[in-house]
């Protein structure tokens, strides 16, 4: 039977706890009692761990062993930001793919409201992503950027591979682009752009050409946002895997 996996919220060399929800939750609903043993991912690492006392408060674990466990996707999608009830799917599917991290984009066509609410939603997707997380059993959650105007992303963005999906761009594949990249470099990290409802504006555009990003096409069709993040993702962990 597969152990119950949690990701600890405080830890020493030796020791993990839980703390708020998950310790309640481990505590209450599943009566958590010292002796058990739980699967712990504690400073990135994943851990056999015993529980050593156990409160509502705090659940206290000694770490054990430690056991194999996967790398993340190294792939950062910058997302632009779109209706809070498709994003926080993509945010869910993307953790549960691999991530490595999303930063959420505030785009020249993004929403008005969304985009002046959208630091307010932060700390929600960073707890999606927690949950998304410890459901699909990874022993890291990824990094959920707060809310950043594209100029500034693109200023910071350090992957060797950058992939801009464009619907102007009807010939060069992703597949095609990230098979290029990674025969040609030994860093695999990679950033994919995603526009907005509307797509990048043309002084965009002009900002991705200007730090070296490479328009790509996932095919004829106009894919939702967060279909296209989903797509994207998946095609990109056949090659950086």
Known sequence: MTRRRWIADTWTATTASLTGDQAVHLARVLRAEPGQIYDVVSDGFLHRAEITRASEDEVLFTLHEELASDANLPLHLLLAVFKFDHMEWAIEKATELGIAKITPILARRTE???AQSA??????????????SKQSRRTDIPEIADPTPLKSALESEKSPTRILL???????TLTTALKAATSSQKETDTAIAIGPEGGWTPEEMTLFTHHQWQPVTLGPRILRAETAAIAAIAIASTHLI
Not at 166 to 172: A, D, P
């Open 112 to 114: 008005k409201h969304l």
């Open 119 to 132: 630091a307010k939603r932060a700390e929600r997707w960073r707890r999606i992503a927690l949950e998304a």
């Open 166 to 172: 464009s619907e102007t761009e009807q010939t060069l």
